[in-house]
Structure formats: structure tokens, C-alpha cells
Nanobody, 127 residues
Framework: QVQLVESGGGLVQAGGSLRLSCTAS????????MGWFRQAPGKEREFVAS????????YYADSTKGRFTISRDNARNTMYLEMNNLTPEDTAVYYC????????????????????WGQGTQVTVSS
């Protein structure tokens, strides 16, 4: 079992930046590949970015590539999402997930692959 807690969300103007954190407790954090997803009202949960167990491999959705950066610090049991040049279309609840089974990084874009989820943190971008 692993428990995940997201933080760092808030209200920001378009063009601004935020950094989200996902802190894990329970089993060894470095066992898990991790991912960020988001869900806007009335929409399905959407893949944002993912990172492998060591942090050496990352994967991004086309909509976030070049603006968002995912990283992790296994010593701190924490994953991060640095978000730059935010637009109102980025407004959503952001969730972090942990994935137990080792898979190819491209498979981490499917939310069904994840075993554990945090409670989410709201990001609102005003125009």
C-alpha cells in the first residue's frame, strides 16, 4: 500500500507558473512509476505526464510537452510537476498516481494502469 498526497495547487493568471508536489508514504516510493493526470469538470481524466522509477525516463502528453516538467526525488518520497505558461485550458483537478507493474513508459498514459491515487489538488488558471 502507498498513500499519495498532492499539494501546490491554486489560482494563477494565464502565463503564470505553479509547482505541484505528490508525497508518498507507505511502501518504498522508488518501487513505483508515477504519473500526473488531470480532470476538468464534465471531462474524463486526462494524462499529463509520467516518470519511471529512477526518474531517468519521462513521458508527456502533447498538450503539456514543452511547458510542464515532471521530476521525482526518491530520497524525499516526492514527485513534482513544474507547470509554466499556464492557460485557462489547464484548469482542472490534478491527481498523482502510482503504478506497481513495470511497463513501457508509453503505457503509463492509461489511467487504468495505476494502482494508487491521491485525492487531487485544484489548479485554476484565470484569463
Amino acid at each position: 500500500q502507498v498513500q499519495l498526497v498532492e499539494s501546490g495547487g491554486g489560482l494563477v493568471q494565464a502565463g503564470g507558473s505553479l509547482r505541484l508536489s505528490c508525497t508518498a508514504s507507505g511502501r518504498t516510493f522508488s518501487y513505483y512509476a508515477m504519473g500526473w493526470f488531470r480532470q476538468a469538470p464534465g471531462k474524463e481524466r486526462e494524462f499529463v505526464a509520467s516518470i519511471n522509477q529512477s526518474g531517468g525516463t519521462t513521458y508527456y502528453a502533447d498538450s503539456t510537452k514543452g511547458r510542464f516538467t515532471i521530476s521525482r526525488d526518491n530520497a524525499r518520497n516526492t514527485m513534482y510537476l513544474e507547470m509554466n505558461n499556464l492557460t485557462p485550458e489547464d484548469t482542472a483537478v490534478y491527481y498523482c498516481g502510482a503504478l506497481v507493474t513495470p511497463v513501457e513508459i508509453t503505457q503509463t498514459q492509461a489511467s487504468s494502469m495505476y494502482d494508487y491515487w491521491g485525492q487531487g489538488t485544484q489548479v485554476t488558471v484565470s484569463s
